[in-house]
Structure formats: structure tokens, C-alpha cells
């Protein structure tokens, strides 16, 4: 049974990339982990929401995404799909790699925002950095252009 991890971040591209999971795991008879990954708010100046405000962040941030992630995974179940959730909290890459090694993931499918090069340079691309180090292969959709 083939394991695809498909980290999701319930942007545009996350329903494209749980289909192609989806559309993976029924070719190879396996099944799907949705993987989504919590960011801790980053504060970065004195004037910024006090320390328990970011702890009810947080919170609220890990129950929205449970819901996103359940009714993700009861789409893609029907059928018959083995559909597994984690959800995390912490830097998407290191939890993303952690994930794909403890699930012995055999393909990794994550979408691309399609930031520009400029922009992945000085902020960084998730995608990239799973690229880089992945224990697997990593299918990378490319976002899809909106056509008016």
C-alpha cells in the first residue's frame, strides 16, 4: 500500500492538491495522510498582542484547521479512500519532512503559490525546502492561472 502525504494550508491550491493525492492513492491502491501545519503567530514588536492573546490565537487557529482538515478528509473518503489527518504546530518544512519519514510517505504532493523567484529568495518557499531534503519523491502542482 503506497502512502502519499499531502501537506495542505487550505489555500486555493489545497483542494487541487488533495484531488491529486486522492487521484494518486486510488492508481497505487494506498491511501492519503493530510498534513497541515499550524504557524505560531509571530510577534515581532513590543507593541503587539500581549502572550495570551497569542496562546487564543493559536487555539482558535488549531480548531478551524481541525474542522478544514475533517471535512477535507470526508470528501475524499468516499469511495472508499483510506484518508488519514495529522495536524501539527510548529515550521511547515522540518514537520512536513518529519511526517513524510514517520508515515514512510512514497510521494509527497504539495501545491506552489507561485510567488516569484524575488520573493522566494528573500522569504523562502515551502515547496523548496521539502524538495530539498525529502526522503521521497514531490509532486509540486503548479498554481492554476484564474481565467476571467
Same mark, same amino acid.
Given at each position: 500500500?503506497?502512502t502519499?502525504?499531502a501537506?495542505?494550508?487550505?489555500?486555493?491550491?489545497?483542494?487541487?492538491?488533495a484531488?491529486?493525492?486522492?487521484?494518486?492513492?486510488?492508481?497505487?491502491?494506498?491511501?492519503?495522510?493530510?498534513?497541515?501545519?499550524?504557524?505560531?503567530?509571530?510577534?515581532?514588536?513590543?507593541?503587539?498582542?500581549?502572550?495570551?492573546?497569542?496562546q487564543?490565537?493559536? #487555539? !482558535?487557529?488549531?480548531?478551524?484547521?481541525?474542522?478544514?482538515?475533517?471535512? $477535507?478528509?470526508?470528501?475524499? @473518503?468516499? &469511495?472508499? %479512500?483510506?484518508?488519514?489527518?495529522?495536524?501539527?504546530?510548529?515550521?511547515?518544512?522540518?514537520?512536513?519532512?518529519?511526517?513524510?519519514?514517520?508515515?514512510?510517505?512514497?510521494?509527497? #504532493? !504539495?501545491?506552489?503559490h507561485?510567488?516569484?523567484?524575488?520573493?522566494?529568495? $528573500?522569504?523562502?518557499?515551502? @515547496?523548496? &525546502?521539502? %524538495?530539498?531534503?525529502?526522503?521521497?519523491p514531490?509532486?509540486?502542482?503548479?498554481?492554476?492561472?484564474?481565467?476571467?
Open positions: 500500500m503506497k502519499i502525504l501537506p495542505v494550508d487550505f489555500s486555493a491550491p489545497s483542494d487541487q492538491v484531488d491529486t493525492a486522492a487521484a494518486l492513492a486510488r492508481v497505487h491502491q494506498g491511501r492519503v495522510v493530510l498534513l497541515h501545519v499550524v504557524q505560531p503567530p509571530i510577534v515581532t514588536v513590543d507593541y503587539g498582542v500581549g502572550i495570551d492573546n497569542l487564543e490565537i493559536l #487555539v !482558535m487557529s488549531e480548531k478551524a484547521a481541525a474542522k478544514n482538515l475533517e471535512r $477535507l478528509r470526508d470528501r475524499l @473518503a468516499t &469511495g472508499g %479512500l483510506a484518508v488519514e489527518t495529522s495536524l501539527v504546530t510548529g515550521a511547515p518544512i522540518p514537520h512536513i519532512l518529519k511526517t513524510a519519514d514517520e508515515q514512510k510517505a512514497d510521494f509527497i #504532493v !504539495m501545491g506552489s507561485g510567488h516569484t523567484a524575488f520573493y522566494d529568495f $528573500l522569504v523562502g518557499s515551502t @515547496a523548496h &525546502g521539502v %524538495l530539498k531534503s525529502a526522503p521521497c514531490v509532486v509540486v502542482l503548479p498554481r492554476r492561472k484564474h481565467t476571467a
